[in-house]
Nanobody, 118 residues
Framework: QVQLVESGGGLVQPGGSLRLSCTASVATFSNYRMTWYRQPPGKEREVVAGISSDGGSTNYRDSVRGRFTISRDNGQNTVYLQMNSLKPEDTAVYYC???????????WGQGTQVTVDS
């Protein structure tokens, strides 16, 4: 069983920055691809950014590319999402997802609220 704990959300003004963290309680963090999702109010959950198990490959949804950066520290069992130039449309609950590269199993964090508002 993998437990994921997100932190770093909050209220920020447009143009501001936040860094989300997600720490996994797992023996071998490098066996998991990590993805950040978000669910805006009244909308479905969507992929924000993903990173391969070794950190060598990343992908982003178009609306955040160039503003958000996903990274991971396999020694600290943690994945990060650096969010810059935040916009009101980035307001959402952000979720961390871990997918086992061998099992294909998905694990989810509890979510952290990000609100971008002046």
């Amino acid at each position: 069983q993998v437990q994921l704990v997100e932190s770093g959300g909050g209220l920020v003004q447009p143009g501001g920055s936040l860094r989300l963290s997600c720490t996994a309680s797992v023996a071998t963090f490098s066996n998991y691809r990590m993805t950040w999702y978000r669910q805006p109010p009244g909308k479905e959950r969507e992929v924000v950014a993903g990173i391969s198990s070794d950190g060598g490959s990343t992908n982003y949804r178009d609306s955040v590319r160039g503003r958000f950066t996903i990274s991971r520290d396999n020694g600290q069992n943690t994945v990060y999402l650096q969010m810059n130039s935040l916009k009101p449309e980035d307001t959402a609950v952000y979720y961390c997802n871990a997918r086992g590269i061998w099992s294909g199993y998905d694990y989810w964090g509890q979510g952290t609220q990000v609100t971008v508002d002046s």
